[in-house]
Nanobody, 123 residues
Framework: QVQLVESGGGLVEAGGSLRLSCAAS????????MGWFRQAPGKEREFVGV????????YYPDSVKGRFTLSRDNAKNTVYLQMNRLKPEDTAVYYC????????????????WGQGTQVTVSS
């Protein structure tokens, strides 16, 4: 069992930056790949990125590639999502998720989900 808590969301102007954190419970954090997803009103949940167990590999969709960066600190049981050059279309509730399979952008690959944190980008 893993419990995830996101933080760091808030209001930011277009072009600005924001860093989200996801703190995990337990002592087996390094066993999990960590994914980030977002969901805007009226839209389906969208894959934002995934980071491998070691933190050595990351994958991003084209919508955020070059702007978003994932990192993790396994000693702190925390994964981070650094978001730069934010756009109004990045506005959404952002969720972190943990899975025990291979790196994936598929919701089904993840077993545990956080409660989400709101990110609002003004124009």
């Amino acid at each position: 069992q893993v419990q995830l808590v996101e933080s760091g969301g808030g209001l930011v102007e277009a072009g600005g930056s924001l860093r989200l954190s996801c703190a995990a419970s337990g002592r087996t954090f390094s066993r999990y790949i960590m994914g980030w997803f977002r969901q805007a009103p009226g839209k389906e949940r969208e894959f934002v990125g995934v980071i491998s167990r070691s933190g050595n590999s990351t994958y991003y969709p084209d919508s955020v590639k070059g702007r978003f960066t994932l990192s993790r600190d396994n000693a702190k049981n925390t994964v981070y999502l650094q978001m730069n050059r934010l756009k109004p279309e990045d506005t959404a509730v952002y969720y972190c998720a943990a899975g025990d399979g291979r790196d994936s952008g598929d919701n089904s690959a993840y077993d545990y989900w956080g409660q989400g944190t709101q990110v609002t980008v003004s124009s």
